[in-house]
């Protein structure tokens, strides 16, 4: 199957390493999870070509972090520039292989589009210090400096946002990138890397390798004494072990992986906002996001008038191939993915929960579009109060205080996200700062943008991605002591 783009350049098949594009006998097909057919074949890299493409990282470092920040900035904002004028593409490539709605892959890839603006920007802000020193005739000065080779290894369900979040502040800060995007989604990144090149990057700056033995090439990533940093976006699982992988040459690791986020609707909330704010952040891509709503806590006194609503607002929702337009739910990436949110809905209704699916969402055609679902009457004993769900279904449970809520809520090892909806200033207060969370929303769920610290606290990991934070994570401080003054 050939995509239909106006840019047909933007469609790869390979991985590009010091600004060639592998080509291979060796393939693996990348299918469209609504229809199944195969969008592309790709040319399988795997520890060869990740070694290759660290040392071509290791060469172009040498020239890039000796670019002055406004040289590095002006390229950053070319492919920015590039990539928007390209969104429309970018969208259906993004769709096509990892199956979300048209309209949320353009939101992806503008999104994605203003990290690359913002550490365009930022990288003219690297800023070291002065500071008093012990004797007079002594000067102490802090630089800082770019870590070196970074190893990014991203996600399906973001494939081109979680890409741009790591390889932009990077890159701005004078360090050079080897990325493994997931199997699944390589199509997007590997359409950004074109762009990149278009923008004038210099080879060897932004490597990517595609493949499917992904322990291998993370491997390579991990171990490899000329990698100094790695960044990776995935489940708590795969990150304990890469840190475990990457401890024996003391990398710097930034970690953005599972969550469990708590939404809590306290009785004097706002009921309608809570339901919005409750379908945008438990529906968006399917459920398929790591800081989606998973457990939802609603007051006593509310929960008839929550649940009957939000029931309403889930029937509306349309389920189909992303493509088609008005679809508001696509299908979940992979059969295992499927199997795995059929389960978690079985076990809490053999336990007493009760399913609500909305009229017209049981017999769908595809084998991984999940209905949309409301599951009641839940309680902690339920599998889905424990485990990311990752699917287009809203578990509703009740409390009865504030006190139960936040107990409620920080009965996890995650630690990601959380939102809650409350008129009360003193409670919007004592509950933010209560949440074990790294990132909060009162009474709104958009809380992601390139402004902002993204990440969490406790097994949701460590490091931040965005603001000014995102940029230090890619930096190095040096303290020099300057004396007989």
């Known amino acids: 199957m050939s995509l239909t783009l106006t840019n047909s350049k933007l469609q790869r098949q390979g991985s590009v390493i010091d600004g060639a594009w592998l080509q291979s006998s060796d393939e693996f097909v990348v299918e469209n999870p609504a229809t199944g057919q195969v969008v592309a074949t790709v040319a399988n890299a795997g520890a060869a070509e990740a070694e290759a493409a660290v040392l071509a990282a290791e060469r172009a470092g040498v020239q890039w972090r000796e670019f002055s920040a406004k040289k590095r900035s002006t390229l950053l904002k ?34 994605g589009a203003s990290y690359i603006e913002w550490f365009a920007e930022q990288a003219k802000r690297i800023e070291g210090a002065v500071i008093p020193a012990p004797a007079s005739n002594q000067r102490i000065v802090t630089v800082k400096q770019p870590v070196g080779v970074v190893a990014a290894i991203t996600p399906w369900n973001f494939p081109m946002a979680m890409l741009a979040r790591k390889i932009a502040p990077a890159l701005a800060a004078g360090c050079t990138v080897v990325a493994k995007p997931a199997k699944e989604t390589p199509l997007s990144a590997l359409a950004m890397a074109y762009l990149a090149q278009e923008a004038g990057i210099p080879p ?20 490899h004494p000329s990698v100094k940093k ?28 599972g969550g469990n986020a708590p939404f809590i609707v306290f009785d004097d909330a706002d009921i309608d906002a809570a339901v919005a704010g409750c379908i945008a952040a438990k529906f968006r891509n399917a459920g398929q996001t790591c800081v989606c709503v998973n457990r939802i806590f609603v007051h006593d006194k509310v929960k008839a008038a929550f649940t009957k609503k939000l029931v309403e607002a889930v029937a509306k929702l349309k389920v189909g191939d992303g493509i088609e337009e008005g679809v508001a739910i696509g299908p979940l990436i992979n059969a295992a993915a499927f199997k795995k949110v059929s389960e978690l809905v079985i076990d809490a209704c053999n336990k007493g929960a009760k399913a609500i699916v909305a009229e017209g969402h049981t017999h769908l055609n595809g084998a991984l579009f999940y209905p949309p679902t409301v599951v009641t009457e839940a309680t902690t004993q339920m599998d889905v109060f424990n485990e990311e769900i990752f699917g287009p279904v809203a578990v509703v449970y009740s409390f009865s205080s504030e006190e139960e809520a936040i107990a409620l809520a920080n009965n996890t090892p995650f630690g990601l996200a959380g939102y809650f909806y409350s008129r009360d200033i003193g409670r919007v207060w004592r509950v933010a700062s209560a949440l074990e969370v790294g990132m909060v929303g009162v009474n709104d769920t958009a809380i992601s943008n390139e402004m902002a610290p993204f990440g969490g606290v406790k097994e949701s990991g460590f490091g931040r991605e965005g603001s000014q934070m995102g940029l230090d994570d890619y930096l190095e401080t040096k303290y020099m002591l300057m004396g007989g003054l």
């Open 78 to 111: 070319a492919w920015y520039e590039l990539v928007v004028s390209n969104a429309n593409d970018l969208a259906v490539l993004l769709t096509t292989e990892q199956g979300k709605p048209l309209a949320e892959a353009k939101a992806e890839i503008l999104y």
């Open 204 to 223: 060897g700056v932004i490597n990517l390798v595609t493949g499917q033995d992904s322990s291998a090439i993370g491997g390579v990533f991990t171990q």
């Open 230 to 257: 790695l960044t990776f976006t995935g489940s708590t699982a795969v990150g304990k072990t890469l840190l475990e992988q990457s401890a024996a040459t003391i990398k710097k690791c930034s970690m953005e992986l």
